[in-house]
């Protein structure tokens, strides 16, 4: 169809109406405007990076005075027995554990510090958002070898009104390359091989129909 004769449509039937109308004609599927999401995505030697909301479990070997659980605050700092105001957000529990010994040398001999993470929630960077057609749209944070089905059970399924096979996967970690996924196959048909990993930072996005 001419640009002229499809500008005219446009302006007539309304834009959403259009739209629609305009992939109808030129036979162009949103699936297929990008390249499939491969099915290995997850990164062999992930380590759980902490971020703000999360609560550390902070055990000083043979000072239990100096052990206790601290939440991560909003700006990504804690602050403990000793230590304060110390900067976690974007380490992983081995680097904070060493940071915190840093710290405690000042005033304990030979400190021997372990943290454990015990409520995941993860820096903004690396969790997992679901926007759109989602039964609950939201975010997620991210678990190793994580697939696009966790994520679907996690969020409910698709709505009534979902274009399940025109979902796309915004990756950041790949400098922001979207992919093509078929949540419709997946859910609805039991299509495992439409199932694949995510990877920290990964955007679903579910656009809604228009048929």
């Given at each position: 169809?001419?640009?002229?004769?499809?500008?005219?449509?446009?302006?007539?039937?309304?834009?959403?109406?259009?739209?629609?109308?305009?992939l109808q004609l030129?036979g162009c599927a949103?699936?297929?405007?990008?390249?499939?999401?491969?099915?290995?995505?997850?990164?062999?030697?992930?380590?759980?990076?902490?971020?703000?909301?999360?609560?550390?479990?902070?055990?000083?070997?043979?000072?239990?005075?100096?052990?206790?659980?601290?939440?991560?605050?909003?700006?990504?700092?804690?602050?403990?027995?000793?230590?304060?105001?110390?900067?976690?957000?974007?380490?992983?529990?081995?680097?904070?554990?060493?940071?915190?010994?840093?710290?405690?040398?000042?005033?304990?001999?030979?400190?021997?510090?372990?943290?454990?993470?015990?409520?995941?929630?993860?820096?903004?960077?690396?969790?997992?958002?679901?926007?759109?057609?989602?039964?609950?749209?939201?975010?997620?944070p991210y678990k190793?070898?994580?697939?696009?089905?966790?994520?679907?059970?996690?969020?409910?399924?698709?709505?009534?009104?979902?274009?399940?096979?025109?979902?796309?996967?915004?990756?950041?970690?790949?400098?922001?390359?979207?992919?093509?996924?078929?949540?419709?196959?997946?859910?609805?048909?039991?299509?495992?091989?439409?199932?694949?990993?995510?990877?920290?930072?990964?955007?679903?996005?579910?656009?809604?129909?228009?048929?």
């Open positions: 169809m001419k640009a002229l004769q499809m500008n005219s449509l446009l302006r007539a039937l309304g834009w959403a109406t259009g739209l629609a109308l305009a030129s949103s699936s297929g405007a990008h390249p499939p999401a491969p099915a290995a995505a997850a990164v062999e030697d992930y380590s759980y990076v902490i971020g703000p909301g999360d609560s550390l479990n902070i055990v000083v070997w043979r000072n239990p005075e100096l052990s206790m659980a601290v939440p991560v605050r909003p700006d990504g700092k804690i602050s403990a027995p000793l230590v304060d105001e110390l900067l976690v957000q974007g380490k992983n529990s081995k680097e904070v554990a060493r940071e915190v010994e840093k710290q405690l040398g000042k005033y304990v001999r030979d400190p021997v510090v372990t943290v454990m993470v015990t409520n995941f929630v993860g820096p903004y960077s690396e969790q997992i958002r679901v926007v759109g057609e989602a039964a609950r749209p939201q975010f997620l190793q070898k994580m697939t696009l089905l966790d994520v679907m059970i996690a969020v409910g399924g698709l709505t009534d009104f979902a274009d399940g096979n025109g979902a796309t996967i915004l990756r950041t970690s790949d400098a922001g390359k979207q992919y093509s996924v078929r949540l419709k196959d997946l859910i609805k048909r039991g299509d495992v091989s439409a199932n694949v990993e995510m990877r920290p930072g990964d955007i679903l996005i579910i656009p809604q129909s228009f048929f």
